[in-house]
């Protein structure tokens, strides 16, 4: 069963705007993490956000937590075409026995 | 390079044929997972070993066996291959679990069962 659900499902934006994706989860959990699958290879992490934080930086990266929402967001600063991918939240419930358990992802892509 | 290696990265088995997919990593990370991927489903997943020597069921473990042949390798067997399940497996591997660390994948075994 998928914790976590991302919405929207796909996404199609020009280059240099800004790409929101969210992220909503069923169970507490201990921390929440993003990862970017580029077409036809592995995950790659982005960014882990704990439970007792609220926001979370990486670059372009931005990254919100409301536990008492249970959601998350994603927000890419000023995309490029190199950030056409999918992105995965993957949370860490606190049932789940310290596993991972991923949603099924927003396709982003960026028009150049 | 440093990483998550997974062989083959391509295969198409007949139903009921066996087949074992390889997965090894480099970085001395203690935890390994096998995630299988399909359209509309996210990863899901199969078999995890939290540390060498020890393996534990995943969501879907059904058809599948798994063996942590030593900290670096983590493989993935198909006794019996059916056509449920044609998917992409991922291995990955995390310095820990879940509770602290983030996880880093290999490139993916397209498998295919006709």
């Known amino acids: 069963s998928q914790q976590g659900e991302e919405d929207p499902q796909a996404l199609s934006i020009q280059e240099g705007e800004n790409a929101t994706m969210n992220c909503s989860y069923k169970?507490?959990?201990?921390?929440l993490q993003w990862y970017r699958q580029n077409s036809g290879r592995g995950l790659v992490h982005l960014i882990l956000?704990?439970?007792?934080?609220r926001e979370k930086h990486s670059g372009r990266l931005r990254v919100t937590l409301d536990t008492s929402k249970k959601s998350s967001s994603l927000l890419i600063t000023a995309s490029r075409a190199a950030d056409t991918a999918s992105y995965f939240c993957?949370?860490?419930?606190?049932?789940?026995?310290?596993?991972?358990?991923f949603g099924g992802g927003t396709r982003l892509m960026v028009k150049p | 390079n440093a990483g998550v290696t997974q062989t083959p990265k391509f295969q198409v088995l007949k139903t009921g044929q066996s087949m074992t997919l390889q997965c090894a990593q480099d970085m001395n990370h203690n935890s390994m997972y096998w995630y299988r991927q399909d359209p509309g489903m996210g990863l899901r997943l199969i078999y995890y070993?939290?540390?060498?020597?020890?393996?534990d069921k995943g969501e879907v473990p059904n058809g599948y066996n798994v063996s942590r042949l030593n900290k670096r390798e983590f493989s993935l067997r198909l006794e019996s291959a059916a056509p449920s399940q044609t998917s992409v497996y991922f291995c990955?591997?995390?310095?820990?679990?879940?509770?602290?660390?983030?996880?880093?994948f290999g490139s993916g075994t397209r498998l295919t069962v006709v």
């Open positions: 956000i704990r439970s007792n934080e």
């Open positions: 169970t507490s959990i201990n921390n």
């Open positions: 993957a949370t860490d419930a606190e049932t789940a026995g310290n596993m991972l358990t």
């Open positions: 990955a591997s995390s310095e820990g679990g879940a509770r602290n660390y983030g996880y880093t």
């Open positions: 070993s939290a540390s060498e020597g020890t393996t």
